[in-house]
Structure formats: C-alpha cells, structure tokens
C-alpha cells in the first residue's frame, strides 16, 4: 500500500476520534501515536497524516459548509462519521493541497469509503466532491 493511502487510513481514523471525542487535534495524533508506539512508523507517514488531521479541524466550517452545499437532502450531523470524514479530508485535499491533483484526493477518498463504509458511500463521496473540484476550477 502506497505511503499517503496508509496516512489517509490513519488519519480517517484520528477524524473519527476527534468527531466523537471532541478532543483538540494535537491530543488525538498524540494518543494515537502512542497507541502504535511498538510499530515502526515512517516520519513521513506521521507528517502527512498531521498535515490531513490539522488541515481538516483547521478548515472544519468551510468544508462542511462546502459537502453541505452539494448533499442535498442529507445534514452532515446525520451522515455516517466514517463518510463525514472522508468527504472531510478528501475536501481539505482538493481545496487546499495544491500538491495533490483533485482527481486523486477523490479516488482514494471513494477507495476509504468502499473500505471503510461501502459502495454506495463510495457514490456518494464520489458526487460530492467531484462537485467541490468543479466548483473550484470555475
């Protein structure tokens, strides 16, 4: 497994604790690091996934104003946590991780969403942020 797609599983995992916990984002990478601390983690795996978990709480209102706008019918307070966070990262990659084409912030946000949730999340992710990268190439 490539070493971004491995970040984005961690930090999905971290999205989810902060979602339920309401914890600050520097707790949660701390716990979550020492959670794993007998595996040998890479430091740049640990750098983005912190890049992705501080990225999302930094932009939290904008991205969720963002899949709010584009989920018609759906309140993000009633969405799957998983699929919330998903469309989370994959909105704070397309928006502002310039280093990243959107077209691959979306593929592995809907590959997390097959994993992770299932397929007809992965549809949903799909649509919602293949709008998000529309709107911002206008």
Avoid: H
Wanted: include cysteine; aromatic fraction near 8%.
């Amino acid at each position: 497994m490539r070493k971004r797609t491995v970040s984005r599983e961690f930090a999905l995992q971290i999205l989810y604790q902060l979602d339920i916990t309401r914890d600050t984002p520097e707790a949660a990478l701390e716990n979550f690091w020492s959670a794993r601390s007998q595996e040998v983690i890479e430091v740049e795996l640990k750098e983005f996934t912190s890049k992705l978990v501080k990225g999302v709480a930094s932009y939290i209102d904008e991205i969720d104003k963002k899949i709010s706008k584009y989920a018609a019918n759906w309140q993000l307070k009633r969405m799957a946590v998983v699929d919330r966070n998903i469309m989370r990262m994959g909105c704070f990659e397309i928006l502002y991780c310039e280093d990243i084409p959107p077209k691959v912030s979306i593929n592995e946000a809907v590959d997390l969403a097959k994993k992770f949730s299932g397929i007809e999340a992965g549809k949903f992710v799909n649509a919602i942020l293949d709008k998000v990268k529309i709107e911002k190439e206008k």
